[in-house]
């Protein structure tokens, strides 16, 4: 983690540093081309995922039902609500340096990428211990309700991450591309996998890390520099170019966790289909949460600590935590650093990108991190 993504309100003075148009102003805004690139992707993607599965499905019933129950599993996760930011983005890589070339195999790597963001998703939820992803139940909860056994529903659900990522493995490996660009397409496809099982190592057992560092190997890496790196190369990028993207993508990457930090502590649970302050009752090290637990004092601190990590909280615990959250300035700070990293972000594709190429870049730019997407 544009479609789906709900609505947040700004704080205040974030909401006015955002407004393009004054009011009483009859200006048109300009439409965004990255968001109208995303829909046609994502409807290319959720045709593609959906014969996709459906193939793999008819292939493993011989198996039996166990295994049919699996890859089912995985297959409604990876069908479910996706906004396919990731192959949007490796379009737009691929169109930055080929404006004019086909699609195809772009979309097909987008498949691909599709299918290494199921398999996170699906190790993650398990790690996380969630119960919900895109308002369902994630696979390892599907699979113990279906197996009658809380370990055999998590084992399952590891394999069928597993399964999940050999499928993406062998749609990267057929993607038609001249020969000296494929190894350079496996190795980037690799190095985003290498890349966010770091990041993961730093979250789950690391209690040190710096989580913006953290953030730009987890999250960043599969999520913005990885996708735009492999549309950059699969269009037959230049070396400069590919560093143009790559310091785009690096603070954008970072800023998108962060605006997805808010999005979790403040969005609405029947459209984000995860349970209020998810991350907060989990004690995620998010930025929003250590500014916030830095910053509160006396009863605000109680109340902040009351909820934080705490998987037994009720919903008004966690509902006064995250008010917390507002009162110390942690949410508006957390704002205006995502408005820093745009503009690190932006200032890096001057002169290394066409006039085009930036107008879509900035569009990306400001779709992941609205909130609204």
Do not use: C
């Not at 097909?108 to 699906?122: I, K, N, P, R, S």
């Not at 909860?141 to 050999?166: C, H, N, P, Q, W």
């Amino acid at each position: 983690m544009l479609g789906s993504r709900p609505k947040m309100p700004l704080s205040s003075k974030s909401s006015r540093r955002r407004r393009r148009v004054k009011q009483g102003h009859a200006k048109a805004i300009p439409a965004n081309p990255f968001v109208g690139l995303l829909a046609s992707v994502k409807r290319d993607i959720d045709l593609r995922l959906e014969t996709f599965f459906a193939d793999k499905l008819a292939q493993v019933a011989p198996h039996g039902p166990e295994v049919a129950a699996m890859v089912a599993s995985a297959a409604r996760l990876g069908l479910l609500g996706g906004k396919r930011l990731r192959p949007t983005l490796l379009v737009a890589g691929y169109r930055v340096v080929a404006p004019a070339g086909d699609l195809e195999p772009a979309l097909d790597a987008g498949l691909a990428l599709e299918l290494l963001h199921t398999y996170l998703l699906v190790h993650d939820d398990w790690m996380d211990g969630d119960a919900l992803r895109r308002g369902g139940p994630t696979v390892h909860a599907e699979l113990s309700k279906r197996f009658k056994s809380a370990r055999l529903g998590e084992v399952t659900a590891i394999l069928a991450g597993d399964f999940v990522l050999a499928l993406a493995t062998e749609v990267m490996g057929r993607v038609r591309a001249p020969a000296a660009r494929s190894p350079l397409l496996l190795e980037a496809f690799a190095t985003m996998q290498i890349d966010a099982i770091l990041g993961q190592v730093l979250d789950v057992a690391s209690k040190d890390h710096e989580p913006e560092a953290m953030y730009a190997l987890k999250t960043g890496s599969y999520t913005v520099r990885g996708p735009l790196r492999l549309g950059a190369l699969l269009g037959g990028a230049k070396p400069s170019t590919l560093r143009a993207l790559d310091a785009y993508a690096a603070p954008v990457g970072i800023a998108f966790q962060l605006a997805d930090d808010l999005l979790s502590a403040f969005g609405n649970p029947e459209v984000t289909g995860k349970a209020l302050g998810n991350d907060l009752r989990a004690g995620k090290r998010t930025p929003l949460a250590l500014d916030a637990l830095r910053r509160a004092r006396g009863r605000e601190k109680r109340v902040l600590t009351d909820g934080f990590g705490n998987a037994r909280a009720s919903a008004a615990q966690i509902k006064r935590a995250l008010a917390v959250l507002e009162r110390t300035g942690a949410r508006e700070r957390t704002e205006q650093r995502i408005e820093e990293l745009l503009g690190q972000g932006l200032a890096a594709l001057e002169g290394g990108v066409t006039r085009q190429a930036r107008e879509l870049l900035e569009g990306a730019a400001l779709a992941l991190t609205s909130r609204r997407v």
